[in-house]
Every structure is written in structure tokens, then in C-alpha cells.
């Protein structure tokens, strides 16, 4: 079946500039996360969503980071006034049940996103 | 809070040489443990995972990994590797029973398979 996908692959953007990312899950998973991939600090948690709980945005870095998830099924990472540090590869994950179980993180390909 | 260390940046290996790929954590709770593992210009793929029962975990690729409690590790081996497993290894762990189960990440090793 489908695995997670993510769009655009690549994007570029000017310092200063709003992004939007976005995760497609696969379906009737229904928990999902936002991680982060940089030579500098590595893979990060950024956030997680699970059915209809409050997200936990713990990992989120700052405010100028958000992200909403729409009926259940896809999200979309906001990051608005990007710095350079944000350049990154960004990670989608879903699963089927989320909460402390341990059940299997399925990973989509990436956003990478470079801020000049 | 919980953290995994991978000590070894880069390990280099002939092919058809066995591999260990060394991960150790910390953590006041439970964890359950995981080895990823990302070729080039790909997402994480899942290797293996410890929930419970045997401590001797098998996973995709001939892999296999064994949980140490007393010793906090849970390192990866591989008898034979092969010129193909040359990728991005990263141990992580989740919190057992936590709110969430978001994964925290060691810093990878690469693997490096040579002729």
C-alpha cells in the first residue's frame, strides 16, 4: 500500500519568508509526527498528533513553528520568518496507534528545506 | 528524560565482515528501543524494535540486535555484511507507556561497507 508522503521534496526560500510543508499519512493510521533532520543537531521530535488529543508541540523549537492536522489525515508544518537555521531536512511519521505502545514509526522521503 | 548515545560516528568494514554498531541509553522509566536506518536520500526505515520477552531481537537484512538491561544497551550486529547496507544506522528509543511515543534519537553511524 501507500507509504507516508510528503511534499514539495525540496524547497528553497528566501530568509524571512513563510513555508508551508506537507505530510500525507497512511490511511487509518492515526497518530503522526513532525521531525527534523540537521548536521547540527541531529533528528529531532518537533510534534506530535494523535485522533483527536491535543498535540504535543514539546519539541516544536519556536513560535514561529506550528502545525495543524485536518480531519484526522493530513498536516501541514508551518514555519513563518525563516532563518537560516531552519534549513533542514524535515520528517513526516505516522502510526497506527500512537500513545506509549511502541508501535512502528513509518517514515516519509523528507522535505529538505534551504533558507538563503 | 531520555537520551542514546551512538559513540561510533562512522564505522568502516569489509564486505562479508561481521558488524556491531554500539547504542546505549539513559532513562529513569521503561523504554522500548529501536534501530533505523536510512540509505542515501531516503526516509528511516525500520530495522528492528524491543518491546519485551527475549532480549535476542531479529530484524529485516540479517540484522539483530540484543537488549542489555544492566548495561543499558541495545547494540546492532550483522555476521555478513554486504556492499548494499552501506547507509545511516540510528538507534532511538520511546518511553514505555508514555503520552506520547515519539521517538528520541541517537546521532547515527555510518556504515560503511568497502570491497
Known amino acids: 500500500g501507500a507509504g507516508v508522503s510528503q511534499s514539495p521534496s525540496n524547497k528553497v526560500t528566501e530568509k524571512g519568508k513563510d513555508v508551508e510543508l506537507r505530510c500525507d499519512p497512511i490511511?487509518?493510521?492515526?497518530?503522526l509526527y513532525w521531525y527534523r533532520q540537521s548536521l547540527g543537531q541531529g533528528l529531532e521530535f518537533l510534534i506530535y498528533?494523535?485522533?483527536?488529543?491535543?498535540p504535543d508541540k514539546s519539541g516544536l523549537p519556536s513560535d514561529r513553528f506550528s502545525a495543524e492536522r485536518t480531519g484526522g489525515s493530513v498536516s501541514t508544518l508551518t514555519i513563518q520568518r525563516t532563518q537560516q537555521e531552519d534549513s533542514a531536512v524535515y520528517l513526516c511519521?505516522?502510526?497506527?496507534w500512537g500513545g506509549g505502545g511502541g508501535d512502528t514509526q513509518y517514515f516519509g522521503p523528507g522535505t529538505r528545506l534551504t533558507v538563503l | 528524560a531520555q537520551s542514546v548515545t551512538q559513540l561510533d560516528s562512522q564505522v568502516p568494514v569489509f564486505e562479508e565482515a561481521p558488524v556491531e554498531l554500539r547504542c546505549n541509553y539513559s532513562?529513569?522509566?521503561?523504554?522500548?528501543l529501536f534501530w533505523y536506518v536510512q540509505y542515501p536520500n531516503q526516509g528511516l526505515q525500520l530495522l528492528l524494535k524491543?518491546?519485551?520477552?527475549?532480549?535476542l531481537v531479529k530484524g529485516i537484512n540479517g540484522f539483530e540486535a540484543e537488549f542489555n538491561k544492566s548495561q543499558t544497551s541495545f547494540h546492532l550486529r550483522k555476521p555478513s555484511v554486504h556492499i548494499s547496507d552501506t547507509a545511516e544506522y540510528f538507534c532511538?528509543?520511546?518511553?514505555?507507556?508514555?503520552?506520547?511515543?515519539?521517538?528520541?534519537f541517537g546521532t547515527g553511524t555510518l556504515l560503511a561497507v568497502q570491497p
Open positions: 511519521a505516522s502510526s497506527l
Open positions: 490511511s487509518g493510521h492515526t497518530a
Open positions: 498528533f494523535q485522533g483527536n488529543s491535543a
Open positions: 532513562s529513569s522509566v521503561s523504554v522500548y
Open positions: 524491543y518491546l519485551s520477552g527475549s532480549t
Open positions: 532511538a528509543v520511546s518511553v514505555n507507556g508514555g503520552a506520547t511515543n515519539k521517538l528520541i
